[in-house]
């Protein structure tokens, strides 16, 4: 059974960093693409950030371009966001999702294609 485990989440005040880590327990390389959502309360989902992991191909959402960084480790088996400059508004749940075959356009920048394999979500809180 696939797994993707988030960790990393937490309280942060405005302008400081925060980095999550989403754990696969099967190899990333076997995924095509591994991303994060978030949903904070009352909002719509938004795709934030995508990577495809044969080539490290990046999406960002215009909220976060610029101050949030995906990237994938072999080694360790994860991909991870690192996250500065937050704002209020980045206060969320922040889900990990994966998928075999569809891109970051379908999944995260779109929303046209629902990921296949979910974390159950990591909460970011960001108040001074």
């Known amino acids: 059974q696939v797994q993707l485990v988030e960790s990393g989440g937490g309280l942060a005040p405005p302008g400081w960093s925060l980095r999550l880590s989403c754990e696969a327990s099967e190899s990333i390389s076997d995924y095509y693409v591994i991303g994060w959502f978030r949903q904070a309360p009352g909002k719509e989902r938004e795709g934030v950030s995508c990577?495809?992991?044969?080539?490290?191909?990046?999406y960002y959402s215009d909220s976060v371009k610029g101050r949030f960084t995906i990237s994938r480790s072999y080694a360790k088996n994860t991909v991870s966001l690192q996250m500065n400059s937050l704002k209020l508004e980045d206060t969320a749940i922040y889900y990990c999702?994966?998928?075999?075959?569809?891109?970051?356009?379908?999944?995260?920048?779109?929303?046209?294609?629902?990921?296949?394999?979910w974390g159950r979500g990591t909460q970011v809180t960001v108040d001074s």
């Open positions: 990577i495809r992991i044969s080539d490290a191909n990046t």
């Open positions: 999702a994966a998928d075999r075959f569809s891109g970051c356009d379908l999944i995260f920048q779109n929303q046209t294609k629902p990921a296949a394999y």
